[in-house]
């Protein structure tokens, strides 16, 4: 009944995600502070390393439960933190903040409804979600960079909405996947 995960839980991917989330305290520090060039280079570094993770994970065949679970939270962890402060500074639009928290507070509800009706399900992104995740750190890149250097302001409008399209999609993508589950006969 092998999953395809390994039972190792100190791996490289692992070890980035954790890396990841250290990074997180680090990131707002130097967002509150202001220091925007260097929140670029430390959410730069998140990001490379999320993708980092995930590709040798697949490609070494180093999938871990710990990681299954983990690297979301890192994911998580960084993005809200990232879109808190942004808005709080006036960098990125409250009502985009309260879009993306929104629709992980309903994640968050969807899983418990499902363990307090011992539902089964399986934590995996959809298709929507992971362009979510893609364009929401691609927001915070570019909204970065407008407030850093001139010249990208014209691109952070359009993918603010982008971000927030597809946040909602997401969302609702699933509620219906969420209203499929609890529906089924176990």
Not at 109 to 136: D, N
């Amino acid at each position: 009944m092998n999953s395809g995960r390994s039972n190792t839980v100190v791996n490289i991917p692992n070890t980035l995600t954790l890396a990841r989330l250290l990074m997180t305290p680090l990131f707002v520090i130097l967002l509150l502070r202001e220091h925007l060039t260097m929140a670029l280079v430390v959410f730069s570094l998140a990001g490379i390393s999320d993708g980092l993770d995930g590709f040798i994970a697949r490609w070494f065949n180093q999938k871990t439960l710990v990681g299954a679970y983990l690297d979301p939270v890192a994911d998580k962890v960084l993005l809200v933190s990232s879109f808190v402060c942004l808005a709080i500074q006036g960098i990125l639009p409250e009502w985009l903040t309260v879009i993306v928290l929104s629709r992980d507070v309903l994640i968050v509800i969807g899983i418990a409804i499902f363990s307090l009706t011992e539902k089964p399900y399986r934590i995996r992104p959809s298709m929507a979600s992971k362009c979510t995740t893609v364009a929401q750190f691609a927001v915070v890149v570019v909204s970065l960079l407008t407030s850093s250097f001139s010249g990208f302001h014209a691109l952070q409008i359009p993918l603010v909405w982008m971000t927030g399209t597809l946040t909602v999609v997401s969302g609702f993508h699933y509620v219906y996947v969420g209203i499929q589950i609890l529906q089924q006969e176990v």
